[in-house]
């Protein structure tokens, strides 16, 4: 016997592309397509990659079988198929090779395994036998008992066919024939995004997937086509879906979404259907319809794009219907035209620049809250164009806010711009510390209210130390210097707000030191940490109230402002006299647990109370006592406690508790906050109550019931512009849910206890419903 038929050689050239691509698939089951076929990539064992030359085969040849074990030779040429086995036959007569045993064929980013394959070469048939799997450039899994290849790597028919897609999808069918277009034909088949195993490996039926009598794959435009589908919910037929298509490239198709169903008190019965069309591969449009029984129909569209240089998206809404725009509780007599329209976007120019923008606009006050779209009592518009580097940062910036309380009046919302913000840090040090500069302005206007401008230059100094003892050690240096315009300050009703009207200037001086002696030592069978600090702030007394107040108004000590040099939230106000603030921080870790708690307090050499209102707690001598305690325990148990006692008689002016217990699939939830602070001149300060609870319990694997509810605690006494007696109600909800890997479901009721012009108090029921990995919502 000659050489050829000693040793196979295979000389298969591999231009062509598998015929399946990924992108959008998720995970299917058709009875008896779904076996063992996933696991069957056996342990690659050193074999024979061998090349056949096309003359290998001589005529005359011997009826006869040669077989030849592997031994872990390798050859690769470009453009063939190359495999591994542990045994290669080679059959005269029919002149066909077999490779048999752990067989592995590679072309390119393709490959095959299979425990059989022989290849006629005289038809040019590739047959794979047992345990196939075929993986394509794309990543795309086939799995199959019998493939059919040419013997250009391409796909001919199969049978018992399982497609695991590279994003998660899987898509089985009876059989399978590749046609000569490159378009493949599935008989039978069925799709869906949901895993067939439970995390513990054991099998499961899907919550949902689509039957289909004929499945089409045209590579041309990437795209599979469903003949005859219909959507099925654990295991029920419930919704055929002509026409349905989905992309293999990871694109969106053109399509309707799932529809909406809500009940609400303002209007109705709601139903909502969208479409969503794609523009192109960077570009999209979806376009809403809602249907209510106690209102007109109303009009949605949102358009995205992303470019070059970023993304933008823009959303409208549209109706005409009747409002009601104050307390009285009743509409106008005829409808107007409404909407609502919000846009965004960021673009990077270049490493270095980059512009970020957004726009808010309603046509009234209740337009958002009546049919459900945000409960925002504010709607900000905001642009701001950004430079920076390594050791600068520019911005400039504007922004305009409309709001949406009833009876608050438009005209006293300031509209900032620009807004211009820069900083530059020196790389070289200075003294021995960092010195940054800064420069900043901005411009503020009303329609009917105070405008202000406003400019400074700032210079700030830092050095950090560690003495041999192990004390840190911060000085810091500020100088700074203010410009001030502003008229029609009158308007202005909280007098401390207003400054003086024309031209004012204004210099900062201040210099501080901050100390810091960390001790550590076992406690507990932990490890804790025990910081005293204590920090000096020295100023000279500044011109304060002769400048308006802006963007310093909400001034209250708390734990995070303790130490700031300067406690105002601002630049309109700066802190200023001879202060000295003390305190700890403790920590303690022990294993699964981590506690940590700060209180301090300050002492002023002067008091101001023209600075600061009465309640504030700085506004004596001896500042109130504030800190803040967290608790956790591995991710069972996080709890945070913040609080301010009175110095006097340490009643509670603070009173702050967020709790979470419990795993991400059953917890429970408590927010409290009390502000018990007496300040009535201000009206950014006033006293509040308020408990917010939530909770969600999870059983049977998938199915979970939540709720949650905001009430208002605050009473007479607290607020006098509040009716409440202490316990109203603001919104609760309740619902069952249903979640798994590809199938998101539940019912939810919201009852509303506060009327906002025509967003009335009641109770809205809404059903949601989306399916993962189809573009489904």
Known sequence: MD???????????????????????????????????????????????ASLDDGAAQDGQTAETTEQSATGAT?????????????????????????????????????????????????????????VRFVDENGNQLFSENLVLTDEFEAGSMDDLLLALRQGGRLAARSGERSDDGS???DQAAYSGCAVTTPDGCDRDPSWRITAKRVIYDPEDSRIRFD???????????????????????????????????????????????????????????ATAFLFTEAPPMLSAQYRELTSNGAYQITGYATQSRRISDFTGVPTSESDPRGYIFANGKFQFDENWSLTGSARVASDRTFLRRYDISRDDRLRSTIDLERIDESSYLSIAGWATQTLRLNDEQGQVPIALPAIDYRKRLTDPVLGGQLELQANSLAIFRDVGQDTQRAFARARWDMRKLTPLGQTVQFTGLVRGDVYHS???????????????????????????????????????????????????????????????????AIDLEDSNLFAL?????????????????????????????????????????????????????????????????????????????????????????????????????????????????????EDLQDREELRVAARVAFADYWSIFGSGVFNLTDFEEDPTFSSDGFEPIRTRLGIAYRDDCLEMGLTWRRDFVTSGDAQRGNTFQLNFTIRNLGFR
């Open 566 to 682: 300067n406690r105002f939230p601002g630049y309109d106000r700066v802190e200023d006299g001879i202060r000295l603030t003390y305190g700890f921080d403790w920590k303690l870790r022990r294993p699964n647990w981590e506690l940590r708690s700060n209180v301090g307090q300050s002492y002023r050499v002067e008091k101001d109370p023209l600075i600061f209102p009465d309640g504030t707690g700085l506004s004596e001598r001896i500042s109130d006592v504030v800190g803040r305690t967290e608790v956790r325990f591995k991710d069972l148990v996080k709890f945070t406690h913040r609080f301010r006692l009175d110095k006097d008689n340490l009643a509670v002016r603070r009173n702050e508790i967020d709790a979470t217990f419990g795993t991400n699939r059953t917890y429970a939830e408590i927010g409290y906050l009390r502000l018990n602070r007496d300040i009535t001149l201000v």
């Open 75 to 131: 050859i690769l040429t470009d453009g063939q198929i190359d495999f591994e086995a542990d045994i290669l036959s080679y059959d005269s007569p029919s002149d066909t090779v077999t490779a048999s045993g752990n067989v592995l064929l590679r072309s390119g980013d393709r490959s095959l395994r299979a425990n059989e394959v022989s290849w006629s070469r005289p038809s040019g048939e590739i047959i794979a036998k047992g345990n």
């Open 228 to 286: 005859g589908a219909v959507l099925e919910l654990f295991g029920a037929r419930v919704l055929p879906l002509p026409g349905l298509a989905v992309r293999t490239d990871g694109g969106a198709v053109s399509g309707f979404l799932v529809p909406d169903l809500r009940i609400s008190e303002s209007n109705g019965v709601e139903v909502s259907g969208s479409y969503f069309y794609r523009l192109a591969d960077n570009r999209d449009l979806t």
């Open 184 to 186: 493949v034909a599935l």
């Open 3 to 49: 050489e050829a038929g000693k040793i196979a050689i295979l000389h298969l050239r591999s231009r062509a592309r598998w015929a399946f691509s990924t992108c959008l698939i998720a995970s299917a089951l058709v009875p008896g397509a779904l076996t063992a076929q996933e696991s069957s990539s056996s342990a690659q064992v050193p074999v024979l990659i």
């Open 487 to 553: 008229d029609e300050n009158n308007l202005t009703a909280t007098a401390v707000y207003r400054g003086n009207p024309g031209w004012q200037f204004r210099g900062v001086a201040l210099g501080a030191v901050d100390i810091s002696w960390p001790f550590v030592g076992e406690f507990l069978g932990g490890e804790q940490t025990l910081t005293p600090r204590v920090q000096l702030v020295v100023a000279p007394r500044f011109r304060n109230l002769a400048v308006p107040n802006e963007d310093a108004r």
